[in-house]
T-cell receptor
């Protein structure tokens, strides 16, 4: 399967714990995005990378959130000191960039439940 | 402030009929529009897109129409099939893809056999 891969698919954690999600994009894609989706909402943009450079961060990305893409391939999204409001599906997507008109391809998502 | 709006949370259509999903946007700088389909517990799947230089784009049973003056786009599915039952998201970006996509809240389509 050469699509976007996310791990883990589900995570249940206690409030205050740290969690990390990993995303492996489609291999030739140089852009990688993180979105968050909660019930009844569409995907909300968090941040994106062009190769290893983080180009934009949303106001939704509080100080407790950090994303990295150290070698321009896979990416990690870490949430420190989780809160119940962090419970959501975290979606990773990748694209070829503007050459593709910014059509982005999503992974299956990582469900986070904070108890 | 919602820049992309899908005002119908849900829609039910008989199998074989046409499904029409609507989307409005407020940012006149948007110039690239997409529709995604999402099944429960899965990530959204790209369906079809349209650039602002066009007013229509077709792909099989799916057609997207863009009315720039009204800042409105619609997705037509014909004929509708039970497997089309899903949540459909409208998305938009500026500068031909140089900005991240902004999504609407989605419309849940139910196709009844």
């Amino acid at each position: 399967d050469t699509g976007v891969s996310q791990d883990p698919r589900h995570k249940i954690t206690k409030r205050g714990q740290n969690v990390t999600f990993r995303c492996d994009p489609i291999s030739e894609h140089n852009r990688l995005y993180w979105y968050r989706q909660t019930l009844g909402q569409g995907p909300e943009f968090l941040t994106y990378f062009q190769n290893e450079a983080q180009l934009e961060k949303s106001r939704l990305l509080s100080d407790r959130f950090s994303a990295e893409r150290p070698k321009g391939s896979f990416s990690t999204l870490e949430i420190q000191r989780t809160e119940q409001g962090d419970s959501a599906m975290y979606l990773c997507a990748s694209s070829l960039g503007p050459a593709s008109g910014n059509t982005i391809y999503f992974g299956e998502g990582s469900w986070l439940t904070v108890v | 402030d919602q820049q992309v709006k899908q005002n119908s949370p849900s829609l039910s259509v008989q199998e074989g009929r046409i499904s029409i999903l609507n989307c409005d946007y407020t940012n006149s700088m948007f110039d690239y529009f997409l529709w995604y389909k999402k099944y429960p517990a899965e990530g959204p799947t790209f369906l079809i897109s349209i650039s602002s230089i066009k007013d229509k784009n077709e792909d099989g049973r799916f057609t997207v129409f863009l009315n720039k003056s009204a800042k409105h786009l619609s997705l037509h599915i014909v004929p509708s099939q039970p497997g089309d039952s899903a949540v459909y998201f409208c998305a938009a970006s500026r500068y031909s893809g140089n900005t991240p996509l902004v999504f609407g809240k989605g419309t849940r389509l139910s196709v009844i056999a």
